[in-house]
């Protein structure tokens, strides 16, 4: 479903055939148990709940829905797997197996990226060129540090911590699970985690695939359900370690209930990250970052590029050619390989979103959005900029979560690190200018874990993700992210 | 009448092709009953240098792939060597090894590549480093490959000595000429097979056989060779590589260990053959702002 567009710009009409990525080669089951101690569950209580795809409203499966008692059962599987197995195994051998895991994902990568379209509304672009072999080689690459931690921890001795509890969120259902299960795996931990209740099935597909593997029995549990599950396991007595990734609001739960317990702890969190445009910087490439920051995934990425700073030299030109880089966006089916901005992942996002847009106009802030067909079924929005945003305005300091980008402008470098850092997240910023010099001292200045300097939205298994302040604790990736996974003495 | 088995034609591997040594000869060491194992290439000094230019041109693209996809490449290789592991355990039989430590040797070796494959995206990490220099600049470390390496392989061992000093150079990015060694020579030649179907580009690794007498000088004196790895336990020819060496100041290690123990592996295996890179950047330092949200 190819929507016409109008190149305002040029004067030219686009008009691009369809191109819908197969879905045969995809044989989903019906209905999704528990993966409990290496065997397929039924839910204690009985009971399933349905994922739809957000891209037509549509149910794919359904899927577990686990219990306190499910999630008993699993951690004590996980404890048993930790203790007769996964902890006195050689850490080369354990390599093996998530190198193993690693390439049976690479084997069924196809089959990956579509479930993931089908389940998060996400691009198939982007699930094939990024999700999937982004979450291959996060595997590939802790499996090589199982057997080489005492390099990453010089002088100290390198334990497990035991049993890890993990949720993760709907924007990366896969690649959330491969950086929360490789590194665990890797330091020799075992694990039991809960995708999140609207992408629930690549989580499932990879716990098929684990099977596939050979991995003992246990080491790895994957517990489908809803907040109440992941409650179970935030606060089961018996978990050694839980990493959140997710809201700041359910992050401050998380961390409240772990207050008193020797549990270890790491949180990834929101973010309302800076993206800073000076007058010096090559504006078209920036135009391309500040859109693959804000309308990359939807916007449902937490480090998203959703504070635009320009500096006030080129305001007008950025935003001219931004929201004329903006109607040439396709919007509609995410299965389509021509599509650049897909479904938003469930209808109760597509509300927090509305409700920011409207917060948004009642502030006073100019609204501009392309014209563009919205698809009748499902769920979506189009992508949408704020102008005369103020510093002080709720769409400028919240975390929205989905394609809507403010725009302020700055004049000289002091005050655009003031207005970037004014904020109670620090998770990310972009920094766009010709000037190494000024790239150094701003990436020195901004108080966010990930600087992005002239790119933006770049992850690598071997570079360490996470934030500052409210946008939680502990890193993600590379040698640094082995330590959220580790005891020390 | 039982079928006549098809005998093996052992040719040296250079810049990804299989030739016979381009003088034409050859030498037959014997195995433990003092049968002849095959008619080997004995490699000229020109088969050396033939090898160093190839191992030269394929340093740029080597030397310059992610480091991750080394790792991927690496990792092939050991898939491949699984795969193949009954002709290597019965060419370490060949040579004399029983056929318990034949199949532990070749174990060894498949999980000693992997050992090194993962070491290829993490070796940077924790070796280089940010400098906290009193300026305003922004100054960093990191390593680089030495080059062109010259790999005299152990001579007690066919297959792990080959495997266990010929990995950290390839995972660090070099590319390398290695001399197989002399007497127990049939697994470097198979191990060429392995590596021309693994991914692995060629000239990353070339493999010569023949005499050390001959072919040590001729690589240790070479102009565009750019380090030694000896892993021999001559001293007296350690000593003339190590002279020859000064010529253009190549980098010398040499290694004696006992590579059949499953710890002769190690980070400073690869860092051996990294050279370090220290750049300068300014970091601009204008007006008052300071980080204190």
Known sequence: MATKKKNTEQGIDWNYSPSLESTSHLKLKKKYDLFIDGEWVKPSSGKYFKTVNPANEEVIAEIAYGNQEDVDKAVKAARKAYTDVWSIMPPAERAKYIFRIARLMQERARELAVAETLDAGKTIRESRDIDVPLACNYFFYYAGWADKLEYAFPNRKVESLGVAGQIIPWNFPLLMAAWKIAPALATGNTVVLKPAETTPLTALILAEIIEESGLPAGVVNIVTGHGDTGAAIVNHPDIDKIAFTGSTNVGKIIQKALAGTSKKLTLELGGKSANIIFDDAPIDQAVEGIVNGIFFNQGHVCCAGSRLYVQESVAELVIQKLKSRMDSLYLGNPLDKNTDIGAINSKEQLETIHKYIKIGKQEGAEMYQPKCSIPTKGFYCAPTLFINVAQSSVIAQEEIFGPVLTIQTFRTVDEVIQKANNSPFGLAAGVWTDKGSRIFNLSSKLRAGVIWANTYNKFDPTSPFGGYKESGFGREGGLHGLNSYVKLS | ?293
């Open chain 2, 1 to 293: 009448m039982s079928r006549l088995e098809i005998l093996k034609t052992y040719k040296i591997y250079i810049g990804g092709q299989f030739p016979r040594t381009e003088s034409g000869r050859f030498y037959s060491p014997l195995d433990k009953k003092g049968k002849p194992l095959g008619n080997i290439c004995l490699s000229s000094r020109k088969d050396v240098r033939n090898a160093i230019v190839a191992a030269r041109k394929a340093f740029g693209s080597w030397s310059e792939r992610a480091a991750f996809n080394r790792g991927q490449i690496l990792y092939r290789i050991a898939e491949m060597l699984e795969g193949r592991k009954e002709q290597f355990i019965s060419e370490l039989i060949q040579q004399g090894s029983t056929k318990k430590n034949a199949e532990e040797e070749v174990n060894l070796s498949i999980d000693r590549i992997v050992y090194y494959a993962g070491w290829c995206d993490k070796y940077q990490q924790v070796l280089s480093s940010v400098n906290p220099v009193a300026s305003s600049h922004f100054n960093f470390s990191v390593l680089e490959p030495t080059g062109v390496v010259g790999i005299l392989a152990p001579q007690n061992t066919s297959l792990i000595g080959l495997v266990s000093i010929m990995l950290p150079v390839i995972c660090g990015g070099n590319t390398c000429v290695v001399i197989a060694s002399e007497n127990l020579p049939l697994c470097a030649v198979t191990f060429a097979e392995v590596l021309n179907s693994s991914d692995v580009p060629g000239g990353v690794v070339n493999i010569l056989t023949g005499t050390n007498k001959e072919l040590n000088e001729t690589l240790s004196t070479h102009m565009d060779v750019n380090a030694i790895v000896y892993g021999g336990d001559d001293l007296e020819a350690l000593k003339q590589i190590q002279e020859n060496a000064v010529l253009n100041v190549k980098r010398v290690f040499s290694y004696s260990k006992d590579w059949s123990k499953a710890d002769s592996q190690d980070l400073y295996m690869i860092s051996d053959t990294q050279e370090i890179k220290t750049t300068w950047h300014p970091i601009e330092n204008i007006g008052g702002s300071s980080s204190s949200y």
